[in-house]
T-cell receptor
Framework: GNSVTQMEGPVTLSEEAFLTINCTYT??????LFWYVQYPGEGLQLLLK?????DKGSNKGFEATYRKETTSFHLEKGSVQVSDSAVYFC????????????FGAGTRLFVKA | DAGITQSPRYKITETGRQVTLMCHQT?????MFWYRQDLGHGLRLIYY???????DKGEVPDGYVVSRSKTENFPLTLESATRSQTSVYFC???????????FGAGTRLSVL
């Protein structure tokens, strides 16, 4: 079945460091891929998405490219801020006629000033 | 207020009691979902609903009951709470099955 695997956390970085959070997926068909972010005490909210191979999603300085050949959707940001401290979830939505969104386990990011 | 709201935000109960968590959305989204979030497990789908009066089981439905008599409401009931149901519960809604999901702020439930 479909699945999402993302790197375990926590990830601790200093402010202005480069961020990469790895995400790989297994899916049949052509899923849409998402990154959601969860700030402390809040629900998840969409950060970015990509709906087909080679699409790049971007928002708030974060980027991720849908790589079908490597079944990956890694999240990157060139210069993180303390306010980026949160839990990041990679997710896929079944493109084969199903409906469910499969979420990865989440990666907690701490950014130090 | 527009959006998706959950109540209560925090709940403490005892084993064996019935508990209902409420979820209300103002967008008239067709799809609604209930997840639980536990350390080491990420988000797991409990139940979902494609429309009013249409519900179906997710990954971990045992011990939970849902109903959806109106499009905007999707309550989740724990019929006889157990300690293993201590968790943070999130409700979400979506315009379509494969579209973006919008989450409530969550309900933190402790079963003593």
């Amino acid at each position: 079945g479909n699945s999402v695997t993302q790197m375990e956390g926590p990830v601790t970085l200093s402010e202005e460091a480069f961020l990469t959070i790895n995400c790989t997926y297994t899916a049949t068909g052509y899923p849409s891929l998402f990154w959601y972010v969860q700030y402390p005490g809040e629900g998840l909210q969409l950060l970015l998405k990509a709906t087909k191979a080679d699409d790049k999603g971007s928002n708030k300085g974060f980027e991720a490219t849908y790589r079908k050949e490597t079944t990956s959707f890694h999240l990157e940001k060139g210069s993180v801020q303390v306010s980026d401290s949160a839990v990041y979830f990679c997710a896929l939505s079944d493109g084969g006629g199903g409906f469910k969104t499969i979420f990865g386990a989440g990666t907690r990011l701490f950014v130090k000033a | 207020d527009a959006g998706i709201t959950q109540s209560p935000r925090y709940k403490i109960t005892e084993t064996g009691r019935q508990v209902t968590l409420m979820c209300h959305q103002t967008w008239s989204h067709s799809y609604m979902f209930w997840y639980r979030q536990d350390l080491g497990h990420g988000l797991r789908l409990i139940y979902y609903s494609a429309a009013a009066d249409i519900t179906d089981k997710g990954e971990v439905p045992d011990g939970y009951v849902v109903s959806r008599s109106k499009t905007e409401n999707f309550p989740l009931t724990l019929e006889s709470a157990t300690r293993s149901q201590t968790s943070v519960y999130f409700c979400a809604s979506s315009e379509g099955a494969k579209n973006i999901q919008y989450f409530g702020a969550g309900t933190r439930l402790s079963v003593l």
